[in-house]
Structures are given as C-alpha cells and as structure tokens.
C-alpha cells in the first residue's frame, strides 16, 4: 500500500503516513464506520424513546392516535434504511416526543 498524497510506502494497518503524515484510506474508513455505529446507536434510542413515550401518552387516546402511527412509521424507516424527512423529525418533536425528535435529527448530524 502506498500513500495517496507523497507515494511513500505504507504498512497495511497504517492510518497515518510516516513520511508526510497525511491520513491514509485506513483511517478514513475508520471514521466512517465509527460515524455509522455512532448514528445507528443514536436511532435505536430514538426508537425506544418513541415507544416508551407512546406507552405513556397512552393514557390519554387523542395524542395516541398521532403517536402510534408516528412511531410505527419510523420504527419501520429505521428497520428498512429508508430516510426520515426533515418535516416528520419536526413533528415528532412538537407532538410526539422532544428527546426522540432530538435524537433523530442529531443521528443523521453525526
């Protein structure tokens, strides 16, 4: 392996070129994987959240009638890889759950 920015010649584990100290594609597909755990761990509290939420607001039917669709779907994005939108991120913050909404838009951040 050799590095991308002064051509030196790299160990395969390195991250770091001794020559230039430029980072190498090691180091790069680490962060990428370290950002990808960092959002799925972020999505799966979210996901809890908005159940446990559900179940509380489950008291009271009206809310529950926008919440558990709410949660249902974005259990199901969340399950499937498919993108939530800004709009639904919004909304589940104004009337579902603030800690969840929170945790949706800052998962996609990371």
């Known amino acids: 392996m ?5 051509g030196a010649q790299l160990a395969e584990e390195a991250v770091v070129c001794p020559a230039c ?5 090691n180091h790069a597909k680490q962060q990428a ?3 990808a755990n960092a959002s799925d761990v972020l999505k799966k509290v979210a996901k ?3 159940i ?3 179940a509380i607001e489950g008291v009271y039917l009206i809310p529950l009638c926008w919440m558990l669709p709410m949660t ?7 399950d499937e890889g498919i993108p ?3 709009a639904f991120k919004i909304c589940t913050i104004l009337f579902a759950s603030l800690p969840a ?9 990371v």
């Open 33 to 35: 994987a370290a950002k």
């Open 48 to 50: 809890i959240l908005m």
């Open 84 to 86: 939530v939108s800004l």
């Open 21 to 25: 100290g430029c980072a190498t594609e």
């Open 101 to 109: 909404g929170v945790l949706m838009v800052v998962a996609d951040e």
């Open 52 to 54: 446990v939420f559900c």
């Open 72 to 78: 249902l779907h974005y259990i199901k994005c969340v």
């Open 2 to 6: 050799y590095c991308t920015h002064c």
